[in-house]
């Protein structure tokens, strides 16, 4: 019974780990190895052993890391600058409460705006808010992919 529980609570984390990756502002990728760890926490660690978390860590931060190279690459290939970038990070979190249309302008309305107060250039902040809006959008299948695999491992592992 207490096994189910645990898997109950970690599937939990799963989906709020998928949300927050796929609307930023959760921890998306911490959370579903959050629940790996709950799960491991619940049961007495007889499925998910040391290894398994620490491998399961890496592909954590691998996640965390398609996502800011993504981001970052599309803004500098682009012309962006940090300003721009952190921008579209901004204008992706405002975005979330105009959904959906605010989830495909956020990123460059927030991109653009920033480069703008930086530069003052409008054809460059144009070119960052879309470099950075490819970004983010390029980097988010790869990421559901990644902890796809991160879940799919863990149910194999448990079952």
């Known amino acids: 019974m207490i096994e189910i529980i645990a898997v109950i609570i970690a ?6 780990g998928l949300f927050g990756t796929l609307f930023p502002g959760m921890p998306g990728p911490p959370l579903v190895w959050t ?8 049961s007495g660690f007889e499925d998910v052993g040391a290894f398994f978390l620490i491998a399961q860590a890496a592909l954590t931060l691998l996640v965390m890391g398609v996502d800011y190279l993504f981001s970052a690459l599309g803004s500098k290939v682009f012309g962006g600058s940090k300003a721009g970038l952190w921008g579209a990070a901004i204008g992706l979190l405002i975005g979330l409460f105009f959904f959906p249309y605010g ?12 480069e703008l107060l930086i530069r003052s250039k409008s ?12 970004g983010f959008w390029g980097a988010l299948p790869i990421k559901l992919g990644l902890e796809a695999v ?10």
């Open 103 to 114: 989830l495909l302008l956020g990123p460059f309305l927030g991109a653009a705006v920033a």
């Open 150 to 159: 991160m879940i799919t491992w863990f149910v194999i592992r448990i079952f």
């Open 35 to 42: 629940g790996m760890l709950v799960y491991g926490l619940i």
């Open 11 to 16: 599937f939990l984390f799963f989906l709020a």
């Open 123 to 134: 054809d460059q902040a144009f070119r960052s808010g879309i470099g950075a809006t490819l």
